[in-house]
């Protein structure tokens, strides 16, 4: 049995990734998530963000390595939203679960690759959740799928546990740095805001709070993920898992995320007791002994490639180390690394146009070319900046100007740091670009 399996359970050394085990948590983890996710999108577009976020922009911002993906046009990304609320219904009910499953992971990952300035940690959550369901039988239980079975192997539920902890750990992980435990940073600039809350929201103006708060949340972050694996300590667990995500929901605007992962941790409550919580319920699921089984070799390539999700999921958060700097300043290594709620940045930047073929010079506004949360984004993040420097390069290469050169002036604040120069205005964007190797054109935060 592969690498991957046993990293699951790494503190059980008995553990058997064959086990058959009751499939009512692959159903929960199914219900729920497609629940909470239609719930998800119908909010997106009756916020108008569809139009706001995709449509509205007359240039987009692709990730490295996806530059391939565009946005596909208005009628189309509209149709994208229907397939996924369409297919998530599907999932829900246990119907056409495989071909739904498909659709929604491949179109929800295509939106969340159109423009990196939206990136959320939430929305590469989902995607990961959304690719597991698909190599997993969700929709073998509790479901309108007419073969219905009671047992499935412990792995199909464990790597959902597996995928919630190392949310949790590399969150609780990113806390431990000096702005987190030592100056209570983000948290003492932004409990403040909440101090018009009834009853608590005097205490919110203390800088005890802030740092009660950060040191709760980097201890929580780091000890749930195994509380919530320990059969004693479970029930507790829970309480703090619903009492810390919405005190979150509360105070910070981050979205569905506290809503998606306290649910879809109840993925830890012991098979034998959900069924116990279903009977009591009366709740029918069909169920027999009929067990679900992978042939061999679907067994030998899933297994090939959650060794590769594991290793991926538990290596790739380090990334940053191979870069020079600081890692809150410079981000070279900081997205998909579980990094939750951890800055303030900010930032204010022009563009610098060097003709070299008149020697005159003029700026470009990014407030011209972007919208309000675009511009706010790329002026703090580096490949962005570089991005949008080569899209003023092709702007103004249509208009005439062939032969230029762009430099960035370009200030920002980390954690109430005090403004400072983010960028090197010497350098010449135009002949920079975005990649994996260091971006030395980022000045030292220090």
């Given at each position: 049995m592969s690498f991957a399996i046993y990293t699951m359970k790494l503190l059980d050394i008995k553990y058997n990734p064959y086990k058959e085990i009751s499939a009512l948590p692959?159903?929960?983890?199914?219900?729920?998530?497609?629940?909470?996710?239609?719930?998800?999108?119908?909010?997106?577009?009756?916020?108008?963000?569809?139009?706001?976020?995709?449509?509205?922009?007359?240039?987009?911002?692709?990730?490295?390595?996806?530059?391939?993906?565009?946005?596909?046009?208005?009628?189309?990304?509209?149709?994208?939203?229907?397939l996924m609320i369409l297919s998530l219904v599907f999932m829900m009910i246990g119907r056409f679960y495989k071909i739904s499953s498909i659709i929604f992971f491949t179109l929800f990952t295509y939106v969340e690759l159109i423009d990196k300035s939206l990136y959320l940690n939430h929305y590469y959550f989902v995607s990961i959740i959304a690719l597991l369901l698909i190599l997993v039988p969700a929709d073998k239980v509790f479901s309108l799928n007419k073969k219905q079975l009671l047992q499935v192997p412990a792995w199909t539920i464990d790597i959902f546990k597996f995928q919630i902890s190392v949310v949790y750990l590399f969150a609780?992980?990113?806390?431990?740095?000096?702005?987190?435990?030592?100056?209570?940073?983000p948290l003492k600039l932004w409990l403040p805001a909440n101090s018009e809350l009834p009853i608590i929201g005097s205490l919110l103006k203390l800088e005890l709070t802030a740092y009660l708060a950060s040191w709760f949340g980097a201890i929580y972050d780091l000890t749930i993920w195994y509380f919530l694996l320990n059969s004693k300590t479970r029930k507790y667990a829970y309480f703090f898992v619903f009492a810390f995500h919405l005190s979150t929901a509360i105070f910070f605007n981050i979205g569905m995320f506290p809503y998606i992962i306290s649910l879809l941790s109840l993925v830890f409550i012991d098979s034998a007791q959900m069924e116990k919580v279903f009977k009591k319920l009366s709740l029918k699921t069909n169920i027999n002994n009929y067990s679900y089984r992978f042939n061999?070799?679907?067994?030998?390539?899933?297994?090939?490639?959650?060794?590769?999700?594991?290793?991926?999921?538990?290596?790739?958060?380090?990334?940053?180390?191979?870069?020079?700097?600081?890692?809150?300043?410079?981000?070279?290594?900081?997205?998909?690394?579980?990094?939750?709620?951890?800055?303030?940045?900010?930032?204010?930047?022009?563009?610098?146009?060097?003709?070299?073929?008149?020697?005159?010079?003029?700026?470009?506004r990014p407030s011209d070319f972007l919208t309000k949360v675009q511009e706010t984004q790329m002026a703090t993040q580096a490949d962005m900046i570089v991005s949008f420097a080569h899209y003023l390069k092709e702007h103004y290469k249509k208009i005439g100007l062939n032969n230029i050169s762009i430099y960035a002036e370009s200030f920002a604040s980390l954690n109430g740091s005090g403004t400072k120069r983010f960028i090197d205005p010497t350098v010449d964007l135009t002949k920079e670009k975005d990649g994996f190797e260091q971006k030395d054109w980022i000045l030292s935060f220090k």
């Amino acid at each position: 049995m592969s690498f991957a399996i046993y990293t699951m359970k790494l503190l059980d050394i008995k553990y058997n990734p064959y086990k058959e085990i009751s499939a009512l948590p692959l159903a929960v983890v199914r219900i729920l998530f497609s629940s909470i996710m239609i719930i998800s999108l119908v909010r997106f577009w009756a916020m108008g963000w569809i139009k706001q976020f995709y449509v509205d922009p007359i240039m987009h911002f692709p990730y490295y390595g996806f530059e391939w993906i565009k946005f596909p046009g208005e009628t189309l990304i509209y149709a994208f939203y229907v397939l996924m609320i369409l297919s998530l219904v599907f999932m829900m009910i246990g119907r056409f679960y495989k071909i739904s499953s498909i659709i929604f992971f491949t179109l929800f990952t295509y939106v969340e690759l159109i423009d990196k300035s939206l990136y959320l940690n939430h929305y590469y959550f989902v995607s990961i959740i959304a690719l597991l369901l698909i190599l997993v039988p969700a929709d073998k239980v509790f479901s309108l799928n007419k073969k219905q079975l009671l047992q499935v192997p412990a792995w199909t539920i464990d790597i959902f546990k597996f995928q919630i902890s190392v949310v949790y750990l590399f969150a609780g992980i990113a806390k431990l740095n000096p702005d987190w435990l030592i100056y209570a940073m983000p948290l003492k600039l932004w409990l403040p805001a909440n101090s018009e809350l009834p009853i608590i929201g005097s205490l919110l103006k203390l800088e005890l709070t802030a740092y009660l708060a950060s040191w709760f949340g980097a201890i929580y972050d780091l000890t749930i993920w195994y509380f919530l694996l320990n059969s004693k300590t479970r029930k507790y667990a829970y309480f703090f898992v619903f009492a810390f995500h919405l005190s979150t929901a509360i105070f910070f605007n981050i979205g569905m995320f506290p809503y998606i992962i306290s649910l879809l941790s109840l993925v830890f409550i012991d098979s034998a007791q959900m069924e116990k919580v279903f009977k009591k319920l009366s709740l029918k699921t069909n169920i027999n002994n009929y067990s679900y089984r992978f042939n061999p070799l679907r067994n030998i390539v899933i297994s090939s490639f959650l060794t590769v999700f594991v290793l991926f999921q538990t290596l790739y958060p380090f990334r940053h180390i191979f870069y020079e700097g600081d890692l809150f300043w410079n981000e070279q290594g900081y997205r998909f690394g579980w990094r939750v709620m951890l800055i303030e940045k900010a930032g204010t930047i022009d563009f610098k146009i060097l003709d070299n073929s008149t020697g005159k010079t003029f700026y470009a506004r990014p407030s011209d070319f972007l919208t309000k949360v675009q511009e706010t984004q790329m002026a703090t993040q580096a490949d962005m900046i570089v991005s949008f420097a080569h899209y003023l390069k092709e702007h103004y290469k249509k208009i005439g100007l062939n032969n230029i050169s762009i430099y960035a002036e370009s200030f920002a604040s980390l954690n109430g740091s005090g403004t400072k120069r983010f960028i090197d205005p010497t350098v010449d964007l135009t002949k920079e670009k975005d990649g994996f190797e260091q971006k030395d054109w980022i000045l030292s935060f220090k």
